[in-house]
C-alpha cells in the first residue's frame, strides 16, 4: 500500500511541475499582444465612462482596474496562469455593475490559460472555477453591445485577424529557414563526425600495423646478425626483409601526415584488445555500474584491427551505459565463431539520465566495422527495457 500511495503522489506531483519551459514570444508575437490589449483597452474605457454613473471616484477605480486588466492580458501567452489569476482578481470588484467589460477580460484570459499554461492540473482548477462565477454572475443575462461599438468592433477583430495572418505566415517562413540550416549544421557535423572517426581508425591502424612490422623488422636483424658468413644467399634476404619493413613504415608515417589533423601525432603503441576488456570492465565497474563479462565459444587469435573494433564496441556502448542509464547493470558477451566473433553489449535501462547521445559514438563503430566487413545493430531489445549494442565482425578462417 505504501508503494501505491508513493506512486498516486509521485503522479500528482508530476501534474503540478510544469510541462515545458517558460514560453518566448518573438517581437512581433509580444508586439500583437500589446496592439490586442490595447484594442480591448480603448473600448473599455469608453464603456466603463459611458457605464460608470455620477461617481467620478468610482468611476476612476473602474478605468484604472480597466487600465491595469488590459496591461495584464498584454502578457498573457509569456504567463497565462498568472494573468488568468490576475484577471480575475481585478474584475471582481466590478463584475456586478459592469458585467460585459469583466466577462471579455476573463474569456480572453481563460482562453489563453487553456491554450498555452504550463501547469495543467492548477489551469483546469482555476477554469472549472471560472465557469461556476460565470453560471453565478450572468444567468440572468447580459446587456447586448451597444451599436457604436459594432462598426469599430469589427474593423478591430478583422484587422487582427490580418495581422495574425502575416504573423503567422512570417514565424512558418522563419521556422522552415531554421529548419533548413539545422538540417544543414547537422549534415555538416555528421560529416565531421565521419571524418574525425576515419582519422582516428587511420592513427589507430598506423599503430597496429607499424608496432607488427617494427617488430619483424628487428627479429629479421636479429636473425641476419645470428647467420654464419657462408650463410650470404639468406642474409640478403633478410636485408631485403628489413628493407622492406623500414618503407612500410616510411609510407605509414607519411600517410598519417595526410589523415591525422595538425596539432595530433600519430604514437607508436600497441592499441587494446580482446586481452583487454577484463580491465575494461573493472573500470566500468569501480565507476559504479554492474558489469558482467561471459566469454563463450572456443577463444582463440584475433587480428589485431578486428581485437581493437571489439574492444572500441564494448568500450562506447559501457560509456553509453554509464552516461544515459543511471542505476542499470550491464552484460558483455563475446562469442568466438567458426568464421565470426560476435560482440554483444546489453544493459538493463536504469533511469535515464543526460539529454541522450548525439549519435556520433555507433556512426564510428559502423565505420571502423565496415572496414573488416563487419556489422553493427544498436537499439531496445524486442521486449523489456535496456539498450542492446550488438556487432558481428567476420574471422578468417585459421
Request: hydrophobic share 45%; proline share 5%; glycine share 10%.
Amino acid at each position: 500500500m505504501a508503494g501505491v500511495g508513493n506512486d498516486l503522489s509521485e503522479r500528482f506531483a508530476e501534474l503540478l511541475r510544469p510541462s515545458g519551459p517558460v514560453r518566448r514570444l518573438s517581437w512581433r508575437g509580444q508586439l500583437f499582444d500589446v496592439l490586442f490589449a490595447v484594442v480591448i483597452a480603448l473600448p473599455g474605457i469608453n464603456y466603463v465612462l459611458a457605464q460608470g454613473g455620477s461617481s467620478r471616484v468610482l468611476t476612476a477605480c473602474y478605468v484604472f482596474l480597466t487600465l491595469v486588466g488590459c496591461a495584464v492580458l498584454s502578457q498573457r501567452r509569456r504567463w497565462p496562469l498568472g494573468a488568468l489569476v490576475m484577471v480575475v482578481v481585478l474584475t471582481m470588484p466590478v463584475v456586478a455593475d459592469i458585467p460585459r467589460i469583466t466577462y471579455y477580460a476573463c474569456v480572453i484570459a481563460a482562453y489563453s490559460a487553456a491554450a498555452y499554461s504550463r501547469y495543467r492540473l492548477p489551469t483546469l482548477a482555476i477554469l472549472l472555477l471560472l465557469v461556476l462565477l460565470a453560471w453565478e454572475f450572468t444567468r440572468d443575462g447580459m446587456p447586448t453591445v451597444p451599436q457604436q461599438y459594432v462598426g469599430s468592433g469589427v474593423l478591430g477583430i478583422v484587422t487582427l485577424a490580418g495581422l495574425a495572418l502575416w504573423m503567422w505566415r512570417s514565424r512558418a517562413e522563419e521556422g522552415r529557414h531554421r529548419l533548413a540550416e539545422t538540417q544543414r549544421a547537422r549534415e555538416a557535423e555528421l560529416r565531421r563526425a565521419v571524418e574525425s572517426e576515419r582519422s582516428r581508425i587511420a592513427r589507430e591502424l598506423h599503430d597496429v600495423v607499424t608496432h607488427n612490422v617494427s617488430v619483424m623488422v628487428i627479429q629479421a636483424g636479429a636473425a641476419r646478425r645470428t647467420l654464419d658468413p657462408s650463410e650470404e644467399q639468406v642474409r640478403e634476404s633478410l636485408l631485403a626483409v628489413e628493407a622492406a619493413g623500414r618503407t612500410a613504415m616510411a609510407e605509414l608515417r607519411n600517410v598519417m601526415g595526410l589523415l591525422a589533423p595538425a596539432d595530433e601525432d600519430a604514437v607508436l603503441a600497441p592499441q587494446p584488445g580482446l586481452d583487454q576488456l577484463e580491465p575494461l570492465v573493472d573500470r566500468v565497474r569501480d565507476a559504479g555500474l554492474p558489469v558482467r563479462l561471459a566469454v563463450t565459444g572456443t577463444p582463440r587469435a584475433v587480428p589485431a584491427g578486428e581485437a581493437l573494433a571489439a574492444y572500441r564496441v564494448v568500450q562506447e556502448a559501457l560509456t553509453n551505459a554509464v552516461k544515459h542509464a543511471s542505476g542499470a547493470s550491464a552484460t558483455v558477451t563475446v562469442h568466438y565463431g567458426e568464421e565470426e566473433l560476435r560482440v554483444e553489449v546489453a544493459d538493463t535501462g536504469g533511469r535515464p539520465t543526460g539529454s541522450g547521445g548525439s549519435g556520433r559514438g555507433l556512426l564510428g563503430l559502423r565505420e571502423r566495422l565496415a572496414v573488416y566487413g563487419g556489422t553493427l545493430r544498436a537499439g531496445p531489445p524486442l521486449t523489456g527495457d535496456g539498450y542492446r549494442v550488438n556487432a558481428v565482425i567476420p574471422l578468417a578462417a585459421r
